[in-house]
């Protein structure tokens, strides 16, 4: 594989799993969401700050995987890593929105 077909690979990912989240409607609306549903908690993060937390998740899975030598029965390091190159683009995007602290 090369890295336009890595590309259109993430993208097609992004595109199915946008679909579940969105249902056609705002992409960034679960990051919002979850934003809104903590600051109900008295928890203030930006819908930027949950993506970021999302994409940490990610690293996490695929750090401990590397670290001790296993690969996921659900996702793979693979798609752990696309989801990762996903959520670096998903934070560019929401900071051009103006999503985010600071």
Known sequence: MNYEE???KELE???AKNKDYTQGGDPY???KRVSTILSLWGI????YT??????????DAMGRMLGEGYEGETESIESRLMDI???AKILIL?????????
């Open 6 to 8: 890595l590309t259109q």
């Open 13 to 15: 990912l992004y595109k």
């Open 29 to 31: 609306g679960n990051f």
């Open 44 to 47: 203030h993060l930006p819908p």
């Open 50 to 59: 949950v993506a970021l937390v999302y994409m940490m998740k990610q690293v």
């Open 85 to 87: 190159s996903i959520y």
């Open 94 to 102: 929401l900071r051009q929105e103006g999503l985010r602290i600071g």
